[in-house]
């Protein structure tokens, strides 16, 4: 069964850091990666998808990697602003209809 | 959040009640999802469907049904809810099978069973 983990639970910086959300898996036959934001009391945002043959996507400020091989994915957030405080989940998917999600990262990001 | 809205997004019952929650979309897309949001635990699946009438169980679906007689509408019904269903519900839709693209979740439906 697939478990995901997410390291820290919570993380404060002050504003302008760069900082790095740790993900990890136990099955490396993924076939792809989804880092999600959630505001409170909202569902999920979509920040990035990775394919199981991708290495990295990029969005803006926001970098995900994937080693698939050493079950591990970063976000790796520069500058990070304010607005960016809220829950960061991964997800992976490795049983074509199904997500499991790692408990998440509360980012809090003091101006 | 747009082309996906879900009724009601607060409620509490007590437990023993059935209860009703509703997924509605605007996009057209095949695939519906019901996720359920705990403390300590994430997300995790109770249902999903791929097509109209057309369903299957996800990772925790023990005391949920599922419905979906139109492709906009996905029902998800507790025939008799437990204090342990206490929850946020949260339904996801997507247009292509799950791992090509990315998934589009609603705003959550708080559920209280006392």
């Known amino acids: 069964k697939q478990e995901v983990t997410q390291i820290p639970a919570a993380l404060s910086v002050p504003e302008g850091e760069n900082l790095v959300l740790n993900c990890s898996f136990t099955d490396s036959a993924i076939y792809n990666l989804q880092w999600f934001r959630q505001d409170p009391g909202k569902g999920l945002t979509s920040l990035l998808l990775?394919?199981?043959?991708?290495r990295e996507q990029t969005s803006g400020r926001l970098n995900a990697s994937l080693d698939k091989s050493s079950g591990r994915s970063t976000l790796y957030i520069a500058a990070s602003q304010p607005g960016d405080s809220a829950t960061y989940l991964c997800?992976?998917?490795?049983?074509?209809?199904?997500?499991?999600f790692g408990g998440g990262t509360r980012l809090m990001v003091k101006p | 959040d747009a082309g996906i809205t879900q009724s009601p997004r607060h409620k509490v019952t007590e437990t023993g009640t059935p209860v009703t929650l509703r997924c509605h979309q605007t996009e057209n897309h095949r695939y519906m999802y019901w996720y359920r949001q705990d403390p300590g635990h994430g997300l995790r699946l109770i249902h999903y469907?791929?097509?109209?009438?057309?369903?299957d169980k996800g990772e925790v679906s023990d005391g949920y049904s599922v419905s979906r007689s139109k492709t906009e509408d996905f029902l998800l019904t507790l025939e008799s809810a437990t204090s342990s269903q206490t929850s946020v519900y949260f339904c996801a839709i997507s247009d292509r099978a799950p791992g090509a693209n990315v998934l589009t979740f609603g705003a959550g439906s708080r559920l209280t069973v006392l």
């Open positions: 990775i394919q199981s043959s991708q």
């Open positions: 997800a992976v998917n490795n049983a074509g209809n199904m997500l499991t």
């Open positions: 469907s791929y097509g109209v009438k057309d369903t």
